[in-house]
């Protein structure tokens, strides 16, 4: 069996420019208000346990297409969070019943932020664009940014794990559908997290026009 | 008289051997039989497939039965990427490998049944996979293909050449560069016969740049190959076996101006609208490319290096018309580029003064263990000192542990032995010290025959292995746990069957405890660090073997119906018949030696 090392991940293109062809009705675009992020630990070895908790800082921050791709080229990505906060806090649950381990946070957008988010251009109307053209739309382009420290006592395992936790969305014609993150842990105190689709509505109808 | 003594215990001996043989061969065939029933297709699929193997001239007929049952069951396996949090990189699933059990077996002894099951994977998946890894293969098809190809290529190259080209239907797969290197190393006509047949491929549709780095790697860089996956994004796997072999460029220079000819026709001249974000999508990996070829464009296409080189300036201005000033802030002198150390430094630096800097706690005892990760795994000491800045008792201690762990497996992979013997008991994690004292064990009894004082080694082997033992017993069962003692049995075994046979029985009954167990895997198992799940990657990984097989392996001839009971101690049925068949099929293995 070959054994390969991935020493590193070169080049990411933020997902903000993989969904470029654009269809008619993604020109009406709607402008969401506020946005929802969901946490919910669905499975533990310790879940029931009564000495079992969770809990978790956050940061919901804005950005535009063009400072995380900025941000990218200057190797910072990994090292400053991109954006500005428009939301932190944290949280502290106990897991003893379902609906313990869901928490659900919501961020109201400001005027100014919704206004920022009206002005994005749909960029269908040329088939054709010019390189100033193309950064005007990654400047006004704004995304989601959402991170998290998790952290939760199994009282099974009598562990702590932490689980950090990073994603985002395009807020281009984006839906108020609520971000979904799942985290799981096994047996063995190993954790697995995944979020529902990172952009909004535009990537799933663009999907499926290309299927 | 002497004589006659001799050879009645020959006889007696090859009695034993004949009774023995016929005792394996009725446990597997009793086993197949029994696992269509079972719960676990996995299981019943892998016992199939063996028994098939194993007893294919034993039972005429029931071989190709046996292996149709398993590919059966196989639909019935999970086919979701094994590991979620590396499906960037590979989305392999078990049901992809146990198919690639069953075509392996069915290649090797009905190549007709082999085709027919190709056949009817390329039916029930005819297109490329959708979320595919960077470093996956094109189709199911091709999958299978190289990766029986892959398997076979040392044994029967011939075979493994055929595989690989009947894979180039569905384009030039990321295994494919491997194939074709190992391939070289076997018979470099067979190479370069298929070489030609990809680069034909790559000439006679619209190729992608993953295609091109395939070939690229191949040529140019042995050991390097550049994947991208079905996000756009780009990753590079390093195979440190093959790095430091010469290019085959240097012997085929010929060939590699017709690859370098196709890349330029087909994707550095094609035009690409870079101005639309869709365009950029497709011409960044065109670049990455580009650049990488550059020199190779200037000694083996001189003629288009120049057109090559400008086409790509044009690219890369588009894409990155502000990059000038990318990696020139820190450097003394603004025009000179940071060098590989001032780099390494600025970003470790940068790291802990996110850390610093960083008012939440929580973040910031994350960003602590992330910046002590990053650190070179020799520099422990640095690394350890960084990790010390985490607020958080449970998690300064994990990590110290961890990256003491990971710089003890680098110095036992470096002879320095002794070093790493010191560092073990500062490893507060029993299961990753225990890790550690198996691989200075290992170590040892490698070095006994060159020893003056073979004796006194073996004592110290056996003391590390009785402190692995104790540590070991005091956890609550793991799987885990339970691999580290499969990988100290295989050890013990080579020093006291006796013993190793007792603490056999021990770990069974550690397993037993467990919800399931993998019997086969053999892999040390991960001991990263929870913050980081890549953190595991970082560390060698020590070459012991965990599984039920490795611990059984120096008992088998020797012990072959003591393993053999004490494979029907284990409780949930599956496990049992795998580990029966396991024994059974390797005394037969080894005994056919």
């Known amino acids: 069996m070959r054994k390969q090392l991935i020493i590193s991940l070169l080049t990411m293109l933020v997902s903000a420019f993989a969904c470029a062809a654009q269809s008619e009705n993604l020109r009406r675009q709607t402008v969401p208000t506020s946005a929802t992020i969901e946490i919910a630990l669905v499975d533990a070895p310790g879940i029931t346990d009564y000495e079992s908790h969770w809990q978790a800082a956050y940061e919901i921050r804005i950005a535009s297409d063009a400072a995380i791709w900025d941000a990218h080229k200057r190797n910072e990505s990994e090292i400053l969070p991109v954006g500005e906060i428009i939301k932190q806090g944290s949280f502290n649950e106990s897991l003893r019943t379902p609906a313990h381990r869901r ?15 009206k002005d994005q251009p749909p960029d269908s109307v040329s088939p054709k664009m010019t390189t100033a053209q193309s950064r005007d739309i990654e400047t006004r382009r704004q995304n989601l940014m959402f991170r998290s420290v998790v952290e939760i006592y199994d009282g099974k395992l009598k562990k702590n794990i932490i689980v950090p936790i990073s994603t985002s969305r395009s807020l281009f014609n984006s839906s108020e559908d609520p971000i979904q993150i799942t985290i799981q842990i096994n047996a063995a105190g190993d954790y697995s997290w995944n979020s529902s689709r990172t952009r909004g509505r535009e990537s799933k109808e663009i999907i499926r026009d290309r299927d | 008289m002497a004589v006659s003594q001799s050879a009645g215990q020959k006889s007696a001996e090859d009695l034993k051997r004949e009774r023995e043989r016929l005792q394996a061969i009725s446990i597997i065939g009793q086993t197949a039989s029994e696992a269509p029933l079972w719960d676990n297709k996995k299981s019943a699929a892998l016992v199939l497939t063996d028994a098939a193997d194993v007893l294919w001239d034993e039972r005429p007929g029931q071989g190709s039965k046996w292996l149709i049952k398993a590919w059966e069951l196989i639909a019935q396996v999970s086919d979701a990427p094994k590991d979620e949090r590396l499906k960037d990189f590979f989305t392999r699933s078990e049901r992809t490998e146990l198919r690639t059990g069953v075509l392996t077996v069915a290649h090797k002894r009905d190549r007709k049944l082999a085709e027919k099951f190709l056949k009817e994977l390329a039916q029930q998946e005819p297109n490329e996979k959708k979320d595919r890894g960077a470093f996956d293969n094109r189709t199911g098809r091709s999958e299978q293909l190289l990766q029986i190809a892959q398997q076979t290529v040392d044994a029967n190259p011939e075979l493994a050449f055929e595989l690989a080209s009947s894979s180039l239907v569905d384009g030039i797969s990321y295994g494919l560069q491997n194939i074709l290197t190992t391939l070289r190393t076997r018979n470099p006509e067979l190479a370069n016969r298929l070489f030609d047949l990809a680069l034909a491929r790559f000439n006679t549709g619209q190729p992608d740049a993953a295609e091109a780095q395939v070939l690229s790697g191949y040529l140019f860089r042995p050991g390097y190959t550049f994947g991208v996956n079905a996000r756009g994004q780009t990753a590079l796997s390093v195979n440190p076996l093959q790095q430091n072999a010469t290019p085959v460029a240097v012997s085929e220079p010929q060939r590699a101006r017709a690859f370098l000819v196709a890349v330029f026709e ?244 550690v397993i037993n405890k467990l919800d399931s167990f993998d019997l086969r895997e053999t892999s040390a198992p991960d001991l990263g660090l929870s913050v980081a799940p890549s953190a595991g990657a970082t560390a060698s990984r020590p070459r012991i073997g965990f599984s039920f097989r490795n611990a059984i392996d120096p008992l088998i001839t020797t012990n072959f119906e003591q393993v053999a009971a004490t494979a029907e101690r284990f409780s949930v049925k599956e496990v049992r018949g795998l580990a029966r068949l396991e024994a059974a099929k390797l005394y037969l293995r080894q005994n056919l030696k």
């Open chain 2, 266 to 509: 087909k994707l550095i001249s094609v035009p690409f609208a870079i101005d639309t974000p869709d365009g950029r999508v497709r011409a960044q990996p065109v670049v990455v490319l580009g650049s990488q070829l550059s020199a190779a464009y200037r000694t083996y296409a001189p003629d288009l290096a120049p057109s090559a080189a400008a086409l790509l300036a044009q690219f890369t201005a588009g894409l990155y018309p502000e990059s000038d000033s990318a990696g020139k802030s820190a450097s003394s002198d603004p025009a000179k580029p940071l060098t590989k150390d001032e780099l390494y430094e600025k970003r470790i630096s940068d790291l802990e003064d996110k850390a610093e800097r960083e008012r939440n706690p929580a973040f910031k005892k994350v960003a602590y263990a992330q910046a002590a990760l990053a650190v070179k795994t020799e520099d422990y000491p640095r690394a350890k000192a960084i990790a010390e800045k985490i607020d958080d008792a449970e998690l300064r201690a994990d990590t110290v542990s961890f990256l003491l762990y990971r710089a003890a497996l680098f110095l036992i992979e470096n002879t320095q032995t002794d070093k790493a013997t010191e560092l073990a008991p500062q490893i507060s994690d029993a299961a990753r010290r225990a890790v550690v004292r198996l691989a200075v064990a290992q170590r040892l009894i490698s070095t006994r025959s060159q020893s003056n004082d073979s004796a006194l080694l073996e004592q110290r082997t056996l003391d590390l292995l009785t402190e692995v033992e104790r540590d070991l017993t005091k956890q609550d069962p793991s799987n885990k746990i339970a691999r580290i003692l499969l990988g100290r049995v295989a050890v013990l075994a080579r020093l006291d069957k006796d013993q190793a046979l007792v603490s056999l029985q021990n770990v069974i009954q």
């Open chain 1, 103 to 117: 928490v659900v946070l919501k961020v109201s957008f400001s005027p100014e932020i919704q206004a920022r988010l």
